[in-house]
């Protein structure tokens, strides 16, 4: 069943309350001053049953312009709209403000009701009617009803009630299924209770006991307690007027604009992609980089206006922005906003969020004004390739890049699925998480890569490759160690590049000696065959004149890495087969001993002390031999 929301609009002392009052016998002016004074200040809510038996909230905004912030506030999520027009005064400065953004806000339903019908003479109120009629036009209310009424004599109401009750069964169905989200437009506390709020659920639903998060506070509380309409309930769903008795959270923690959602479920910004639209009727243009206020949900902050493709925007026209906020907030992709000059105060347009979370925009780029293009347009599954995609650089989960986009990390990690199956995303699933790629982001990131090393190869043609960690660091290291590991292992299952050891390669590289480095290699392992325990140092083979240093460095390097030469110390290199030997000499002794010192290893060696200390460290890392006070024993 769907929950109606009807909302008044209307200028100052135009029979708002009155109506409403007739509609449901309830004042919603709960503040003295406003009894005293006779004006809405803040909102009022309440609610009437309709024919059909639905049960409509309805809510009160003030008609002053001074509190055009609380009206704003009031307006969102409405269903129905009930522009509220005196007929003894027509259409007036706030009337055409409040039809300014009620139709900038996307509302798309209602009417207009001429209250105080009865204090004027006919042809008064005809010449009225038709000024209405010129008002509206254009707008979503051209060619809606117009309901003669008077409040203190109940003329009309009926009618007004049975227009609402039809146009309520033609409302969309609202998703409970999407993330639960309701901006907060009043905070209070009431003594044994605590801080309660109160805001329209604009999606999802929430239950008593839901864990929750306050945003951009980031204060995590619980629901204590719900009401819907007066009367406590257990849930409450998309389109209902709702109160939240919170637990352990203080009045003054929160505030009007606040945002009630699932803990972890949304991420503050401090700037949104926009697509603004100046108003028809505005006599100014407005330059790039103007301070303005914005008035997003139940928020208001100031912000500057940034103009991606243009220097100034005139009456009437549209043109991607991005708003440079000066307080953060939370938004959701498709959230209608409104914007105001701030001195004087009034209304110049409004749009639709783009991206909720954005980088820092370029001015004059023809890609990010086709990017904008797109995620204007694009589906959901679109959207979450751009996300995916423009957030590449961070290597976030899924977890985390649900939050950029307010959906429910089911939701986009179904989206992410199909992205997958079209061969558009790649996704590494680890033990905890899982992380989507973007192609085009891991293409990138291997051509890079690729750059780096064929410029290695270049430079150390001798040498396997370079070392995996410096890619990983260089290229990943935004990446968690895991993840940089499973990327770099896509690029080798692809044949885009080869692993040896710990060296990363191009799949095509390999290593070719020159004759003459093959001849210095043979005879690097003539001199090492030749004092197999009293191996030569490398500065011993640089004397020996064969060849240049760089290049026998060089052949050295290759023969460790492929284990033709061990690395048994820092300073100590000899030959698999030396080590062999050791190793047999070794285990042939602890067949008649339990244990051996490095005095009796020299001496079984025919070597010094400070090669058999080497090898004996050496056995150890090996887990061939471990210390027993000042000897060895062997490790298994």
Not at 510 to 534: D, G, L, V, Y
């Amino acid at each position: 069943m769907n929950h109606i929301i009807i909302g008044t609009a209307g200028h100052i002392d135009h029979g708002k309350t009155t109506l409403i009052k007739a509609l449901t016998g309830r004042n919603t002016d709960r503040l003295k001053e406003e009894q005293d004074r006779g004006i809405s200040i803040e909102l009022g809510f309440t609610y009437f049953d309709l024919p059909s038996g639905q049960r409509a909230g309805i809510i009160d905004v003030p008609g002053h312009e001074k509190f055009i912030r609380n009206m704003l506030a009031g307006v969102i999520g409405i269903d129905i709209v009930l522009l509220v027009i005196a007929a003894d005064e027509g259409v007036m400065p706030q009337t055409r403000e409040h039809l300014a953004i009620l139709d900038i806000l996307g509302i798309k339903k209602g009417f207009v009701v001429l209250t105080k019908s009865d204090l004027v003479e006919e042809e008064w109120l005809e010449m009225v009617s038709e000024e209405v009629l010129e008002s509206v036009k254009g707008t979503f209310l051209e060619n809606t009803p117009i309901i003669f009424a008077s409040s203190t004599k109940l003329l009309g109401i009926d009618k007004i009630i049975e227009l609402v009750d039809e146009m309520s069964l033609t409302l969309e169905d609202k998703s409970i299924e999407d993330m639960p989200r309701l901006p907060v437009d009043r905070v209070f506390t009431i003594s044994g209770f605590g801080t309660i709020v109160t805001g329209t659920l604009l999606a999802g639903k929430f239950s008593v006991g839901d864990e929750i998060e306050i945003y951009p506070e980031g204060i995590k509380s619980r629901i204590r307690s719900l009401q819907v309409h007066d009367v406590d309930a257990k849930e409450a769903f998309a389109g209902q007027r709702v109160a939240i008795n919170l637990a352990s959270v203080k009045k003054n923690e929160l505030h009007r604009g606040s945002v009630i959602a699932p803990v972890s479920s949304m991420v503050d910004t401090m700037m949104l992609d926009v697509k603004v639209k100046l108003l028809k009727t505005l006599d100014r243009s407005i330059v790039n980089r103007t301070r303005l206020k914005l008035y997003l949900g139940t928020e208001e902050v100031l912000c500057r206006l940034i103009l991606l493709d243009r220097e100034i925007l005139e009456p009437g026209q549209e043109a991607f922005a991005q708003l440079r906020l000066e307080e953060k907030i939370v938004a959701k992709r498709g959230d209608r906003f409104i914007l105001r000059f701030y001195s004087p105060m009034f209304t110049i347009g409004g749009g639709d969020v783009i991206e909720s979370n954005p980088e820092k925009k370029k001015r004059f780029d023809e890609d990010i004004i086709e990017e904008l293009l797109i995620k204007e347009e694009g589906n959901q599954t679109a959207i979450v390739e751009h996300i995916i995609k423009e957030k590449g650089d961070l290597f976030l989960s899924i977890k985390e890049l649900s939050k950029e986009s307010a959906m429910f990390q089911e939701q986009f990690e179904e989206e992410t699925k199909k992205l997958e199956d079209d061969n558009l995303v790649y996704i590494f699933k680890l033990s905890k998480d899982t992380y989507p790629m973007h192609k085009e982001n891991f293409l990138k990131v291997l051509d890079k890569i690729r750059i780096v090393v064929l410029d290695y190869h270049n430079n150390y043609p001798l040498r396997q490759g370079i070392s995996k960690e410096e890619i990983r660091s260089k290229f990943l290291g935004k990446a968690k160690p895991k993840l940089a590991e499973a990327i770099i292992d896509l690029m080798i299952e692809k044949g885009k590049l080869k692993q040896y050891n710990d060296l990363l390669s191009l799949s095509d590289f390999k290593p070719i000696f020159t004759k003459e480095q093959e001849s210095i290699k043979n005879q690097i392992i003539n001199h090492f065959a030749q004092k197999e325990f009293s191996p030569p140092k490398k500065e011993d083979l640089f004397s020996m004149g064969l060849g240049k240093n760089e290049e026998t460095e060089e052949i050295l390097i290759n023969m460790i890495t492929k284990s033709e030469l061990i690395k048994v110390s820092e300073d100590t290199l000899m030959l698999p087969e030396s080590i062999e030997l050791a190793i047999e000499k070794l285990k042939d002794y602890m067949v008649q001993n339990e244990a051996i010192s490095v005095a009796e290893f020299r001496d079984l060696i025919n070597s010094n002390r400070k090669i058999a200390i080497a090898l004996l460290e050496y056995f150890d890392q090996i887990k061939l031999t471990k210390r027993n006070d000042e000897k060895r024993i062997l490790a298994k």
